[in-house]
């Protein structure tokens, strides 16, 4: 019914538009939102390394998100919350190690926070004063994986990556060591300390050290270690020499090594291989003595200034050392005298020997123990050889054991049979001295000071009486004598004035008698001066021609001397040789 | 106005989209060309609800890096820092400045929600044909398609401490991937606040027989 149907009042069908359910494209673009949020967060999630806890004692500069960790440089990760630990004594710091790192948080790793650090080996960390205070981190060598770290107080001297051996060494005291401290071989610096411990039994300290690579392969178990810090000033008969390894070594101290020339060649020491750190390079280097014999010596005197170590000496030259001073009992005697222990080194001698022609006596002495006993006991109980102690040093008072000849002591009989024979002493002199002086004291102590005292003051009382009396017979004389004195002087007086009287003619007649005595002598010398002194005397002319001779002949030795002068040789060759 | 007003659709009318003129539809299915701006006429915009909610979430799907990843790395002497937005706000108030923190946080954190927000309760109240509170409803999605523009105003700062601190060694900026997300939230929303039927609002479900 095609016909037009809009007149009528039909309520005309509405068109209604076919829903179009189907999703539209416009979708895509929450999906796509969806899958790229979704990829970030899968790739957030996967690249989430994982996240370590590390307690410190201190976190020094540590902050959370921003410290880092690095190893080689390389930022490893960051620390993402820093807190107390529950008991407040200690910092938990939570940190985020990317992805690309989980390998190398395992069980043996270490943390430590890098600070800028100045000591007297160097400077260190100085990047840190920039960007921050990190965190230092040293892979370890385990394979079994960890979370929880404690971290290191101080970083690590060697990094794991640095090729070379640890070693250790084994001192009495620390000395002025520490860690960093240097080691040195020929004076290069070839290693560090790298930590240092007590022994568990407190009585000595094991050094952990370190030698780079190069330098480790020298490291054999021949090897000497020594302490070579500060200076060693040795004064000898050469002057003064003065020794150290470095500057650094002088201030922050150090270790030395060396392999003696006498050690065996042998393969480089194994790692972690313990050597013995000796006080000083002599010491290290000495020569160790494969034949030594013990004695024992006994000795009355003070000990006073002899330690363990002082030199035995034979005939002024070393042949040993002291090992052991103490003191001894003989319950027979009720005696306490000191003992000295010995210990001789006949190699040292045998090196002293002298010439070609010896070396059979000193193949005997190398060859055999018997020979070189025999020897000894010929020259001890033949020939007086004695021990004796002696003074080295009148400052210090040190003292050493000296073996000389003494051929006036009384011979002994060496008992040899026992383990360590006892060799005869003699008292030494200075000791001997004492002696001497102690008796000379002790015998004035035994005067008997009081009695002579008591007697003194008797004589004194007895002086004394003795002056009174005198007085008295001086005053008696004073009253008795003195008139009778004088008239006896004025008989006297009276006496010389007769004396005077007959002397007075006597006198004068003597006198007119020597005047003309003096009157007869005056004529006679008036007579001897004509001869002698007038113009033709004949004496005056003798003297003149003697004295003209002496003149001439004064002359003649004025010219044989001059020629002489000239021609010295015409002594031995006459004065013809002379002329030619 | 009451919300039982006649809408065009209601009487058999379609207004231009363009210039507002009301026309005659040629035929039901095709209502033809505007006869004044040549405007392609339809009685509703062609799969505006699904096309707004497309958008809507993938806006909100990008939200959540937006916020969550870091929008720009500083690096000073060596150490970088990474801040998120959220970041920056609390840095700025700690550091005392609220005043800006509350501008960051409304511009950058309230605002892109409060839109995908909003579009979504536009949505829902559309589907469901509800005719309550239409005026307040209109409002709203004024206000969305008059905020969106000022959104970008976080991208646009941080594109431009970038270019402009660039100091190495001693400090340099750099931009985070959460830039991208966040630009990525501003734009859809704006498109989704754009294809939006308005006039959708207006329609009862009874009366929505119309393909949106």
């Not at chain 1, 529950?86 to 938990?92: M, P, Q, T």
């Not at chain 1, 004195?485 to 003619?505: E, F, H, I, R, Y």
């Amino acid at each position: 019914m095609p016909e037009d149907t809009d007149h009528l009042d039909v309520p005309r069908a509405t068109v209604v538009p076919r829903r179009r359910a189907r999703i539209s494209v416009v979708w895509v673009i929450p999906i796509l939102a969806a899958v790229v949020a979704l990829g970030i967060a899968v790739q957030r999630i996967l690249s989430e390394g994982p996240t370590i806890t590390i307690v410190f004692k201190i976190a020094e500069g540590v902050e959370a998100g921003k410290t880092a960790i690095k190893y080689k440089d390389v930022n490893i990760g960051r620390v993402t919350a820093v807190r107390l630990s529950d008991d407040y004594s200690k910092v938990e710091v939570t940190a985020k190690i990317d992805k690309s790192a989980t390998g190398l948080i395992v069980e043996d790793a270490k943390f430590w926070i890098v600070e800028p650090r100045v000591t007297l080996s160097g400077i260190s960390g100085l990047g840190t004063l920039l960007s921050g205070n990190y965190i230092g981190f040293e892979v370890g060598k385990s394979k079994k994986k960890e979370r929880k770290f404690t971290a290191l107080a101080v970083a690590p001297v060697i990094t794991s990556g640095q090729l070379g051996r640890e070693f250790v060494l084994k001192a009495a005291d620390l000395g002025s060591l520490g860690v960093g401290s240097p080691i040195y071989y020929r004076r290069l610096q070839a290693g560090q300390v790298i930590a240092y411990d007590l022994t568990s039994d407190g009585k000595a300290v094991d050094l952990k050290i370190f030698v780079n690579a190069p330098y480790d392969r020298y490291v054999n178990p021949g090897t000497r270690f020594w302490n070579a810090s500060g200076l060693d000033v040795s004064i000898g008969s050469g002057g003064v020499d003065v020794r150290t390894e470095s500057l650094v070594a002088l201030i922050a101290g150090g270790v030395a090594f060396d392999t003696p020339p006498f050690a065996a060649r042998a393969e480089p020491a194994a790692a972690s291989t313990a050597f013995t750190l000796y006080r000083d390079r002599p010491t290290a280097l000495k020569h160790p003595e494969a034949i030594s014999t013990r004695y024992v010596l006994y000795f009355h005197e003070s000990l006073r200034g002899l330690s363990a170590g002082a030199p035995v000496t034979l005939l002024g030259l070393p042949a040993g050392e002291v090992i052991d001073v103490g003191l001894d009992f003989d319950p027979k005697t009720f005696d306490v005298r000191g003992r000295v222990e010995i210990v001789s080194y006949p190699e040292r001698l045998i090196a002293e020997m002298h010439g070609a022609t010896q070396a059979t006596e000193r193949e005997t002495f190398t060859r055999s123990g018997q020979q070189r006993h025999t020897f000894l006991r010929n020259i001890i109980e033949q020939r007086g050889l004695r021990a004796q102690l002696r003074s080295g040093s009148l400052i210090t008072g040190q003292l050493y054991v000296a073996f000389d000849y003494f051929p006036n002591t009384p011979k002994v009989k060496v008992d040899w049979s026992r383990d360590v024979a006892v060799l005869p002493v003699v008292p030494s002199t200075i000791t001997d001295i004492e002696a001497k002086l102690t008796g000379i004291v002790a015998k004035l102590d035994k005067l008997p000071y009081e009695t002579i005292g008591a007697d003194l003051t008797k004589v004194l009382a007895g002086v004394s009486v003795t002056l009174q009396d005198a007085s008295t017979a001086v005053n008696r004389i004073h009253t008795d004598v003195t008139p009778e004195l004088k008239t006896t002087l004025q008989a006297a007086s009276l006496a010389l004035g007769t004396v005077d009287g007959m002397l007075k003619n006597e006198v004068n007649t003597t006198l007119e008698e020597l005047r003309r005595a003096l009157a007869t002598a005056d004529g006679v010398l008036k007579s001897t001066d004509a001869a002698l002194l007038g113009k033709d005397a004949p004496g005056q002319l003798e003297l003149r021609e003697a004295l003209q001779e002496v003149t001439r002949a004064a002359r003649s030795l004025r010219g044989l001397t001059d020629f002489l002068e000239r021609h010295p040789e015409s002594l031995i060759w006459g004065k013809n040789g002379a002329k030619q | 106005m009451t919300a039982t007003a006649l809408t065009a659709a209601e009487a058999g009318l379609v207004s231009c989209e363009t210039c507002a003129l009301l026309s005659r539809p040629v035929e039901a299915a095709e209502p033809g060309y505007c006869r004044r701006c040549g405007g392609k006429l339809e009685w509703r915009r062609h799969h505006s609800i699904q096309y707004t909610w497309a958008l809507v979430v993938a806006a909100a799907i990008c939200y959540i890096p937006a916020n969550v990843l870091p929008v720009l790395n500083t690096t000073t002497l060596g150490s970088t820092d990474s801040d998120t937005i959220m970041g920056g706000v609390a840095l700025l108030y700690t550091t005392g400045s609220w005043p800006l923190a509350l501008i960051v946080l409304v511009a950058s954190v309230m605002v892109p929600l409060g839109k995908l927000i909003a579009l979504s309760y536009l949505l829902i109240s559309v589907q469901r044909g509800s005719i309550q509170s239409n005026h307040d409803r209109t409002r709203l999605y004024r206000l969305v398609e008059i905020i969106g523009r000022w959104s970008m105003l976080d991208v646009f700062v941080d594109t431009f401490t970038v270019a402009l601190i660039q100091l190495q060694p001693l400090m340099s900026v750099a931009p985070g991937p959460g830039v991208l997300f966040f630009a990525a939230v501003v734009v859809l929303t704006m498109i989704a606040a754009e294809s939006f039927d308005s006039r959708l609002i207006w329609d009862s479900d009874a009366t929505r027989r119309f393909d949106a």
